[in-house]
């Protein structure tokens, strides 16, 4: 083996070979871990990069990890790492709660495990487009221990169409009214551009009629493209004089029949162990429910309903505003929901055939 050549290497004797492992041995157990205490230290003060106040859930049961992922992902912490280090070394793990949390802007690490640790009070609620009154009710009832599902049914369904669907953080002690209020509310403030808009203005549809179409498209069509297409159609025969015959309008008289909704004879009305299994929009309509005499039944009677029937969401209230004028008069959603239009009742028959039979 050839010897190193003392003019192209240094080559350490035994007492400076001796020297540099000590500088290693220095560096490694001393330098580094300093130099780390000091990143640990100023990192778990260090405010995140965030500038708005953000909503952060916390599931039940969810590791200590995930929730340093998903923090990490909405730029809540610098580091998942330094996050996770800190709740192990001071043993918050097993302290952190399950809950809503509002995070201020620029939260440091430490004062994110401060905050989780103290659970909140607030309860997450998500309200689906096109739920009608009394499946809000029985959703609030289960969520929130001060709501019942009469009362709310009493604030709320004169107010059918104008519960805003979305997600919301109410107060575990929050009432009915409160949360009837707050639905309302947002109702309002997501709404009023749409109606001083021009195209509002020029429709020649009340305030309430647009309401009352919209929350029909929202149960007739699932498609965004095809919902102001079908407000279009349905608007149309309205304006014609001729039946709506909104399939929607059948499944909410039908529930309104079966169900007692209205409480008008309430020795037949389901209790509360029943209600939880009602199915609100029954799939199946037969034809003795076409020919259902209810003044929501809009495949028997002119006009509109006497009020909504659901609650839409802004896409199908945008819909009916902004709704597509065609020479279709006819259609339908197949079993995939995708839509068929005709102009004639010909071409609809054909269509029925060859998607729904």
Known sequence: MDQADPKRYIVLNSSQKKMALLFVFIGFFVVFPILGYFYYEIGVERPAQGFKETVFEIEEGESVSAIAKRLNERGLV??????????????????????????????????????FQFGTNDVKLTFIEGWRAE?????????????DYEEFLKLAKNKEGQLFPDTYYMNIESDEAELVEKLTQTFDAK????????????????????INFASTVEREINTA?????????????FKNNELIGADATVQYAVAEKNFCATQDNPAECPNKEQINQIDWWPGNIFAEDLE???????????????????????ESIKAVI??????????????????HYAETLAQHNENINQFLK
Do not use: M
């Open 78 to 115: 610098n580091s998942e790492l330094l996050f996770t280090s800190y709740l192990i070394r001071n043993n918050l793990q097993s302290k952190i709660q399950a809950g809503v949390y509002q995070i201020p802007p620029g939260a440091s690490v430490k004062e994110l495990a401060n905050i």
């Open 292 to 314: 259902f005499d209810s003044p929501y039944n809009t495949r028997k009677n002119l006009g509109l309903p006497p009020s909504p029937i659901a609650n839409p969401g802004i």
């Open 225 to 237: 493209e095809d919902r102001p297409v079908v407000a279009g159609i349905l608007i149309k025969r």
């Open 322 to 339: 902004y709704n597509v004028p065609t020479t279709y008069n006819y259609y339908l959603t197949d079993a995939e929901g995708k839509a």
């Open 191 to 210: 709404t009023k551009d749409l109606f001083v808009s021009p195209e509002f203005n020029s429709l020649g549809l009340t305030k309430s009629q647009v």
């Open 135 to 147: 499946e809000y009710a029985r959703y609030a009832a289960s969520k929130l221990k001060r709501v």
